[in-house]
């Protein structure tokens, strides 16, 4: 059985370092830094005691460094400090587009994932297009609708063009944009039945309330579709022309490297929680499949899995 040992009741002498987590002599200086930054909340943590049993050849000081070095990582990171292992749901929005086949080739089969499609991005070549989807079909993905033109999108589009949806002609034109969705993808895939089941509003859709309501979130899923929105985006970066400096790919996507990693953004600088839809948009990997996989290895390494969207649009 393992007992866990508190590193505040022992420290090793002449030093500051909890007993039983000596650095390597050649520790690496990030390593370093996150013991020397965070000695105060070193006290607080607890490490397994050595595992002297173990047949996988950690020396008594190598692994309870490793795992005390692991826990102040977590520690430090920002909105959600410690998170706990659990499943998060990607999901692509605005495909299929250049892009598709890099987060495709990054999810390998393995990870799934819900794509949200808009017809018209790639409407001028129907024969990728339906590849692509069958590709995502075939790879155990789901698929949602994202409307047919991706139009309106920002909040004040939307008032306008669609109002509180009392205009039978404004409600019928919010429906069609759904519908006319529905019915191209059912065309190019030769699909009698209904594709989708799940929908998100392109934009600002899912946070205009009129009235108090949220109007076209609550007429979506009059539709029969469960609106799924998000808790946590990523995406990646690029060399701004003009200033020649890194910008990322959203400017809300602010926290550039996200843990580290090159080229890729975030609109938070720790982790998301267990059960969080996360949002990324296909166009925004063309070309960067090795990003993604970094993406979904660091979310794999700190305990996450993926999950699929269930039928009312919830992570499980
Ligand atoms: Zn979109």
Known sequence: MRTRLALARASTPGTNRPAGVSPPARAHPEVRRILHSSRSRIQRQTVPEPDTSSSHGHGNTTLPYREAVEALERDRLGPNPQPAAGKVCLTFDDGPQKGTEDCLNALAGTVPATFFLTGKNMASDPTEQKRLVERILSEGHQIGNHTYTHDPQADAEYRKTYGDLSDPKK????????NKNEAYFRKLLGASSPIFSLARLPGDGRFVTIGGKLVYVKQTEAMGMAHVGWDFEFGTSYISK???KEVP??????HLPWQGIDGVSADHSGFPSAGNVVLLHDRHWNGK?????AVIAKLKSTGFGFGKLDSSGKCA
């Open 249 to 254: 790919s959203f400017p809300h996507l602010k």
């Open 171 to 178: 409600l019928a034109q919010f429906e069609d944009n759904f």
């Open 289 to 293: 499949q090795a990003k993604l996989e």
């Open 242 to 244: 003009k200033t020649k």
